[in-house]
Structure formats: structure tokens, C-alpha cells
RNA sequence: GGGCGACUAGCUCAGUUGGUUAGAGCGCUCCCCUCACACGGGAGAGGUCAAAGGUUCAAGUCCUUUGUCGCCCACCA
């Protein structure tokens, strides 16, 4: 019968009293004139993150434990919080829901807000795009409503003014890709690719003056209707003599040439092609060079319009049947064969993209790229883990120009006038009031705005009051890093570098931290436009913050995707619970020793953080050292790896001491002590207790902040100590290193689980003392275990323990032996011979294996002359061992095989 | 068509520059409601590191090939 669980760690009591007190306090305001040294990070805008979903849940998880961790070293951190983007997320639309209601969003709460979110997120589903259609059709709301901050919407004019007047901007008629649902040009990475099983449409176009045809093979024969010439490849002969004349566009009854181009495969299809130059990228160019006529034979929804003839008005894919039924009535389709292809869907959507021609804004790239190139070539950029840079460097030289307009109904418009008389542009920072080539006040400004990653691209100097010299920017610019997942390192990374050299001179950002993506259980990846995400307020709800955050942490090693289980997050929250229920064990003890005489401002004392252990007269209990020294390690490893974006090594190491180290050994070594309420011993044993355990909260502090903060409050502080976020991280002390410390100790746990495991193989009842013998050849071990004898009887459960060098025989008992000693329990009924007997031969065959390897490996000169002397020696050290453990079992073995 | 990543215990995954008996969590087996904690304690079982070659004194780790899965990039109609 499980006893019932009252002293659980219930994180919704502690977490919502805490998350106002750090996000004011502690963490997010930063002083540009304060001194010292300066971390600064930025976070990804707030149309990427969302925020709700746990895939960039992990963002905020690695940008806080960096936060915090640098804060507690004394670093002046920034955390540029993303509130101000062009992009509307659902969040935006809520808080703007709200304000008409008159309610402040920051009133609801954090959890009451993310909540209303995720509804509205799920009722009204669709992409918000068509979501801001529809708002913008049945209220009031226009794109003035959702104007941004006065201050970004002047830097992107700035910015975009500058690059147009450095010919980097421009204006033109282009093929693009066109979402038919979403009305708008798309950029080459907001598209996806699928590959799908469609089929080659082999159709005859009639050479005009002749009896022969041209067989001309296509994926779309919908496009045919907007053809304006066939391409054949100039060295081709099947078709040389075909070249300068032309061919009746079927269906359309149109003549159109036959052009000569060296695009054209010769391979594929029937080597010749139909050029569609008004939909196709390939078509366009090849229509420039010979001057063919653009015929688009679409509306911006997909249909075909009038200049599809007698197709107009018909979808797009219900035009693709008819011409293909059509042809095939007039015997002008000659087969169709199955052809699979990647074809392009609107990342937002997944519709069908169509390449159009038509007249955008074009941001130029090559120049940008370049610097941008070499900045990470030369290091001024760090990008972790290191094969994603070369996946930047590829991108960013194979870079083509960007369409940064867009058809949408939100963002920042673009500041160019187009003038109604002289139809000439004016870009300008300021509304002007006329045309500035013929003074015609008949201006409209550009309907597009500007692709959302525009402006994000500027985020880590706009943010910090760019183009003007402030303070902020002189201290935070370049920030420190950038933490974000690898999807979108060309959206936003790799642009964010571009524009930043490009408007600075100085990189944006030092390093740039990609973390994995969180993937569903199917390998989904998880984010809030697929609606894959789990939902982490129900999550955290279930097992907390500090779980989820801890979990995500210990998984977050770099260059693979994480598979977030509840598994995983149970564990999470089980260490959670062990931690408090240690320190609840502290509380329990803590009245006795204050009455005891222990005073809170030394248990405060600083002198433990600087210097070694409490010790009793002079000298430091073996447990006490060995528990600071594993501190000392373990408060290195921690720093290090979060110093490399090392996550899952430092939450892992936390782990490992609090509980494997702290809670199952070091608390139980000085529960005696404690009890012992006069005594110096008592006293001493409670500080290092006391002291250990502080550290070990500051350490994991930015993995576990609202329970650490919780419990740190509640432990003795010094006046006027305020936050656990604001104290100090500590920092690897090589005075606490005690490598003998650690060994001596090792030895005695060793002992004791030998002692356990003889135990639980006779099934004891725990409850049962039982005498053992302990033997060692070696007086420095037996002084060892006689120094701690008391501890070792209690935690291994005898009543008697004798020592001495004496060999151990097996019978009517269980040995267990290690090359240093040996332990033996008196207490044959227990004992069974059939399970011993299986045990000892398994042991025995696998150290005959291990010694054979071994002495061959040392008998090889090439292995003595060549390996590292460390190498040899080490394993010279170990084959002893091996030899006296294969000693031991072997005449154990033996014993027990002939006393049967 | 290019490129990248994964394949390690029943499951989910660690394992940085090659080096002494390959680790964790969950699950499993056995014993325990022992006065911080059953969201716990104690003790175990479990892996020829996807396959085959190669380099090396030494390979989970480096190279080559193969297989399976996943991802990214790509204007072949």
C-alpha cells in the first residue's frame, strides 16, 4: 500500500509567484551605463517563436539558462525581447482583441493570456494571413490598425531607402512565385517542394507551311495557352531545319516561331520545348533572348482569364483536363507518360505554387552576401554546431536576388509613391506630398508591404535605437549570440548578418547558437503552423515549468532533433521532487541546530564559497571533502559546457551529483551527525550540508529557477540577499579538488555495495543487522574503512564489522571480492549455491577474456613502443587487478564447487 | 540531381580532438511504505555500437562501400 504522497513538489503552487518577480527583477532590464562586462542576446521575433509551441519553447529554454547563468557571473545581460515585428502572430492579434475590449493583456497573466491564444489560434484555424482577410472584411480593422512601432517602421524606411539609392533595391517585372490562395509573391524559401507522381503530356504542335509536326512534351498543359514560341536546341538535327519557322499553337490557333536555344535538353522529353515565358523561370529568360511576347493566361486566384481563350474562367487544374481532353479530341496528344517531379507549395498553405511573371521589389544579393561570407569565414561569426556552417556558406554563394514585396495585408509598406500622372516612383523616408520627377500631387504609395524577414533582418540593431548612436547600441552591438533553430538560419540568420555588416560595419552578432528541432513522435516537426505542436501550458500544468525546461535541456545536444516524451519530462520532474524533498530534510533540521547553537549568518558565511569545508578542529571529514570536491567538478563540467552550448552535459552533470552524489550518498553519510544536536561534529557537518546544498541550487538555478528561487529563500540568506537570479554562480574552486578525497571515498562506497549486493543476492530483510568481515591486504584501506567504520555498518546494514588482513575462505557464507578487498557474510542458510555458483562463472570468463586481451595487447612491442606511456601503464595496472580479482573467484570457484 | 544527419541496452537517447570493463532515463527482475522523498530506497539483468571492408599498436569514434530512415537544398520542360 503506497503511502499517501504529501510531500510532493507541486510546482503551481510555487512557479506563477515567481515569474513576475525574475522577468522585472532580475533579468531582462539592462543598463547601458552600468559597467562591466556585457552579455547580450537576442531572441527570434515573435512570428516565429509564437511562443506556445514547444518547438521554440526550446528557444526561450537556451536563451534564459544563457541569461541567467551570465547574470550570476556578474555580466551586464541584455535579452532583447522580440514584441516589435512586422509579422502579426496570433498573439498580436489577441492583445489587439483585447485593447478593444479595454482590457491590458498584461493584466490577464501570463498563463490566462497564452491560453486565450492557443484558443483562438484553434477556433479559428487557417493561416493568419486568410484569418486578417477575413477580420479585415467584417470589422473596421485595417492595416493602419496594425501599424508598428513608430520607431521600427522609420528604421526599415531608412533601411530601405538606402539600399534603393545604392541601386541594391529595385523595381521589376520578374518571374516569381505566385500563391493563387494566399494573393501574394512569394520568396524561393517560402516555398516547399513535395515529389509528387504526375505525368509528361506529350502534344503536337503543327509546323505551319508543312505536314509535319513538333512534339513538344510539358508538366502543365494548361500553360500551352499562354505559349508564345517551341525551343529546340541549335546543335540539335533532328530539328535544325525547323528553326525560323513556326507552328500553330493548337487549342489557340495562334502562329508562334520556333526559336533556337541552348537552355533546351536535348535528352529530355522530345528535346523540344514550349516556351511559356509568362509562367515559367526558364520560358521567361528564354522569352527575353528572343524577344517572345509574355502572355499570362491567369487571374492572382488561379483561374485562367481571357487570354486563355475559351478556357477563361476555369481553375486552373479544371483547365488543365479540358485542354488535355481537347487536344486529345483533335489527335493532337500524342502519349502521356508518368513522370514524377518535385513540385513547389506555398510554405503557409501547401497550395500549389504558380511562377508568374510579374512586377515586384527585388532586393539585390550578391554584394550583401559577400561580406557577409567572409566574416564567418574568417571566425568573426562562431556558428555551433559546426556543419551548419557550411550549409550557410553554401546557400549564401549560391544566393539569388530577394522579392521582398508582398501582397499581404499587414507589415511595412513600402515607402515608394507611384504617380498617376508620369507613373515614375518616388521612394522617400517621409510621405511626400508630389511626385519628385514632373511635381504631380496625383501619388499613391505602393500597395505591397515588405516581406515580414525584412525588417527581422534589421532586428539586432534596430532594436537597440540604430541609426542613431545611443548608448544602447555602443554597449549591446554586436550581441553576444544568437540563439535560434536551424530552420530558419537563411530566413533570419543568415540575413541578419548581411544587413547588419552591411548598415554597422560590425557583425550583428558573435556567435550564433542552432539548436534542434523539437519533433513529434511520428518525426513531425513541431510548430504552431502546422498544428503539431503539443500544448506546454497543459504540460507544464502537469509536470512544470522547471520539468519542462530541465527536460528540454538534458535532451538539447546539438545536431539532432529532440523527440520530446513524457518519459523524459517525468524524469524531469522526479529530479524536481527530489530536490525538494532534500530540501525539505534540511527545513526538518534546520530548528534543531539553530537551537543548537548554529547561527544563520554563519550559515551564510561566505567563507565556504572561497575556501575549503567546514572542518572539526582543523580537520575535514572524509565525506565533507569528497562531496566539495565533486562540487568543484562538477561546477566546472556545468560551466564549461554551457560556456560551448554544451546544455544536456551541464543539466546531465547537475543531475548526476544532486542525486546520484548529494541525495543518495552525502546526505545519508551525515544523517548521524546531525542527529547528534551538541557537538562540534554536529555543527560542522550541518554547515558543509547547508553550504553544499546552497551551491548546488545556485548551480542549477538556470535550469530549475522557480524552484531553486523558492527554496533559496527559504534557506538562511544574509540581509538584504534578493534573488537567487542575482547572486553569484559559482565558479570552479580548485581548492575544493581533493583527488585522494574522491578515491578514499570511492573505496568505501565500494565496500558498501558490495555488502548491499551480498544482501539483496540471499534476500535479506533489509531490517536484518548482519555480521560481516572485511579484509585487505593493504593497512591504508583498512584504516580507511575502521575511520568510518559507524558508516559503513549502518548503511550497509550490519550489526558487526571485522576488520583484517586475514584471507577470507567462502564457506558457509558469501564473499565478494575486488582487487583492493574482500567482504564476507556469514550466513549460509541464505545462501544460494545454484545463483553463486552461475554468478562466479560468468565472472570468471569474462576476466579470462579480459586478461588474455590485455596481456596479448601488452605483449605487442608495437603497441608498448608506439601508445602513449599513460596508455601502458594504465592498463599494466589494470591487468594486475584483473589477475588478483581472477584469483580470487577462481579459488572461490573452487571452494564452492568442492564443498559442493 | 546534389548535400547533410541518424542507425549504440526492450524503448527514447548521451558518448568534443581514436586509448584502460560503452553510459543515462524509462521499462524489466528481486527486496523494501527504514523517521526528506514510493514522483522513493537498495541490488541486478540487459549491448559482437546497422553490415562489410580499410587505416592504426589501438576504432562506437577516422576512411570507403552498402542497407534502412529522416531532413535540407535544386528553375530540367
Redesign the pocket.
Known amino acids: 500500500?503506497?503511502?499517501e504522497?504529501a510531500?510532493?513538489?507541486e510546482p503551481q503552487q510555487i512557479e506563477p509567484r515567481w515569474a513576475e518577480y525574475w522577468v522585472a527583477e532580475a533579468l531582462f532590464r539592462a543598463d547601458a551605463a552600468a559597467p562591466g562586462p556585457v552579455f547580450s542576446i537576442v531572441i527570434p521575433p515573435p512570428n516565429v517563436t509564437g511562443s506556445l509551441h514547444i518547438g521554440h519553447m526550446l528557444d526561450h529554454t537556451e536563451i534564459d539558462i544563457l541569461t541567467r547563468w551570465h547574470r550570476m557571473r556578474g555580466f551586464n545581460t541584455l535579452y532583447l525581447p522580440g514584441t516589435d515585428h512586422a509579422g502579426i502572430s496570433t498573439q498580436r492579434v489577441v492583445v489587439r482583441q483585447l485593447a478593444e475590449q479595454g482590457v491590458d493583456y498584461r493584466a490577464l497573466g501570463r498563463e490566462e493570456f497564452e491560453r486565450r491564444v492557443w484558443k483562438w489560434k484553434e477556433e479559428s484555424g487557417g493561416t493568419i494571413t486568410r484569418q486578417m482577410r477575413q477580420i479585415g472584411e467584417t470589422c473596421d480593422w485595417s492595416r493602419e490598425k496594425f501599424t508598428l512601432s513608430p520607431e521600427l517602421s522609420r528604421v526599415v524606411r531608412e533601411v530601405f531607402v538606402r539600399l534603393y539609392e545604392e541601386g541594391l533595391i529595385y523595381r521589376a517585372h520578374y518571374l516569381v512565385n505566385w500563391c493563387p490562395s494566399c494573393l501574394t509573391a512569394l520568396s524561393?524559401?517560402e516555398t516547399?517542394?513535395e515529389?509528387r507522381q504526375g505525368h509528361l503530356w506529350h502534344i503536337r504542335y503543327p509546323v505551319v507551311g508543312t505536314n509535319e509536326y513538333l512534339m513538344v512534351?510539358?508538366?502543365?498543359p494548361e500553360t500551352m495557352l499562354g505559349d508564345t514560341g517551341v525551343a529546340v536546341h541549335p546543335e540539335d538535327a533532328r530539328y535544325k531545319h525547323l528553326v525560323g519557322k513556326n507552328v500553330r499553337l493548337p487549342l489557340m490557333n495562334r502562329e508562334i516561331p520556333i526559336v533556337a536555344d541552348a537552355?533546351?535538353?536535348?535528352e529530355?522529353?522530345t528535346?523540344a520545348?514550349?516556351v511559356t515565358p509568362a509562367h515559367?523561370?526558364?520560358d521567361f529568360e528564354c522569352g527575353r533572348r528572343h524577344g517572345l511576347a509574355e502572355i499570362d493566361v491567369m487571374t492572382d486566384d488561379g483561374h485562367m482569364n481571357a487570354a486563355a481563350g475559351a478556357y477563361a474562367g476555369l481553375e486552373r487544374f479544371e483547365a488543365r483536363q479540358r485542354v488535355v481532353a481537347d487536344l486529345k479530341a483533335q489527335g493532337l496528344l500524342e502519349k502521356i507518360t508518368d513522370h514524377s517531379?518535385?513540385i513547389a507549395l506555398c510554405e503557409r498553405c501547401k497550395t500549389v505554387v504558380e511562377p508568374r511573371a510579374s512586377t515586384q521589389w527585388f532586393c539585390k544579393m550578391k554584394p550583401l552576401a559577400e561580406p557577409a561570407i567572409a566574416a564567418v569565414e574568417r571566425g568573426e561569426i562562431r556558428i555551433v554546431p559546426d556543419?551548419r556552417r557550411?550549409?550557410y556558406f553554401?546557400?549564401m554563394r549560391?544566393i539569388?536576388d530577394w522579392v521582398i514585396s508582398r501582397q499581404l495585408w499587414w507589415g511595412h509598406r513600402i515607402p515608394a509613391w507611384h504617380c498617376g500622372d508620369c507613373k515614375e516612383v518616388t521612394v522617400a523616408r517621409e510621405t511626400p506630398a508630389k511626385c519628385s520627377k514632373c511635381g504631380s500631387a496625383k501619388i499613391a504609395q505602393d500597395s505591397d508591404v515588405l516581406d515580414t524577414w525584412f525588417s527581422s533582418a534589421l532586428w539586432p540593431f534596430s532594436t537597440l535605437g540604430w541609426p542613431e548612436e545611443t548608448l544602447d547600441f555602443k554597449k549591446y552591438y554586436p550581441t553576444s549570440v544568437l540563439v535560434t533553430a536551424y530552420?530558419i538560419l537563411?530566413f533570419w540568420v543568415a540575413r541578419m548578418i548581411m544587413m547588419g555588416l552591411h548598415f554597422t560595419d560590425q557583425v550583428p552578432f558573435r556567435a550564433v547558437y542552432l539548436h534542434s528541432l523539437v519533433r513529434t513522435a511520428d518525426?513531425e516537426k513541431m510548430s504552431k503552423s502546422k498544428g503539431t505542436g503539443l500544448d506546454p501550458v497543459a504540460l507544464n500544468q502537469q509536470y512544470g515549468t522547471d520539468a519542462m525546461r530541465f527536460c528540454l535541456a538534458s535532451?538539447a545536444?546539438p545536431?539532432?532533433d529532440i523527440?520530446l516524451?513524457e518519459?523524459?519530462l517525468?524524469?524531469a520532474?522526479?529530479f524536481a521532487?527530489?530536490i525538494w524533498?532534500?530540501a525539505?530534510?534540511l527545513f526538518?533540521n534546520f530548528d534543531r541546530f539553530e537551537q543548537g547553537g548554529a547561527r544563520i549568518e554563519e550559515l551564510a558565511s561566505p567563507d565556504v564559497r572561497l575556501g575549503a569545508p567546514y572542518a572539526t578542529g582543523g580537520a575535514v571529514a572524509l565525506a565533507d571533502a569528497w562531496i566539495f570536491s565533486r562540487l568543484a567538478g562538477t561546477t566546472e563540467l556545468v560551466n564549461e559546457a554551457l560556456a560551448n552550448y554544451r546544455f544536456?552535459?551541464a543539466a546531465?552533470g547537475v543531475y548526476q551529483f544532486f542525486?546520484g552524489d548529494f541525495?543518495?550518498w552525502y546526505?545519508?553519510w551525515v544523517k548521524p551527525d546531525l542527529q547528534n544536536a551538541d557537538g562540534d561534529r554536529a555543527v560542522v557537518a550541518w554547515k558543509n550540508l547547508f553550504a553544499a546544498f546552497e551551491a548546488a541550487l545556485r548551480l542549477l538555478h538556470p535550469f530549475m529557477p522557480f524552484l531553486t528561487e523558492e527554496l533559496w529563500h527559504q534557506l538562511p540568506q544574509r540581509a538584504g540577499a534578493k534573488s537567487i537570479a542575482l547572486d553569484q554562480y559559482p565558479e570552479a574552486l580548485p581548492k575544493w579538488v581533493d583527488v585522494a578525497a574522491e578515491k578514499h571515498f570511492e573505496l568505501l562506497q565500494e565496500v558498501i555495495?558490495a555488502l548491499?549486493?551480498v544482501r539483496?543476492?540471499m534476500?535479506l530483510?533489509?531490517?536484518k543487522k548482519i555480521a560481516a568481515e572485511f579484509s585487505s591486504a593493504a593497512g591504508v584501506i583498512r584504516d580507511l574503512v575502521e575511520r568510518d567504520r559507524e558508516a559503513i555498518l549502518r548503511l550497509a546494514i550490519l550489526s558487526e564489522l571485522n576488520i583484517s588482513s586475514e584471507k577470507l575462505v567462502s564457506s558457509g557464507g558469501t564473499l565478494r571480492s575486488t582487487a583492493q578487498f574482500d567482504v564476507r557474510v556469514a550466513f549460509a542458510e541464505a545462501v544460494d549455491m545454484v545463483a553463486e555458483l552461475a554468478r562466479l562463472r560468468k565472472e570468471k570468463d569474462r576476466l579470462e577474456r579480459?586478461i588474455e586481451?590485455?596481456t596479448k595487447?601488452l605483449a605487442?612491442e608495437?603497441?608498448r613502443s608506439?601508445?602513449?606511456e599513460?596508455?601502458v601503464r594504465?592498463?599494466e595496472?589494470?591487468l594486475v587487478?584483473?589477475r588478483i580479482e581472477y584469483a580470487k573467484v577462481n579459488d572461490r570457484l573452487g571452494q564452492l564447487e568442492q564443498g559442493g
Open positions: 500500500m503506497a503511502r504522497i510531500k510532493a513538489y524561393d524559401l516547399v517542394h515529389e512534351a510539358t508538366t502543365r537552355m533546351v535538353d536535348r529530355f522529353g528535346g520545348v514550349k515559367d523561370p526558364n517531379h518535385a556543419n557550411e550549409e553554401h546557400w549560391n539569388r530552420d537563411f518525426g535532451m545536444a545536431g539532432t523527440v516524451s518519459d523524459r517525468a524524469s520532474r522526479n521532487n527530489k524533498n532534500a525539505r530534510f526538518v544536456h552535459e546531465q542525486w541525495c543518495d546526505i545519508e555495495v548491499r549486493n539483496a543476492e534476500k530483510d533489509p531490517r579480459d586481451d590485455k595487447r605487442d608495437t603497441f608506439r601508445a602513449p599513460r596508455i594504465g592498463l595496472t589494470t587487478e584483473r
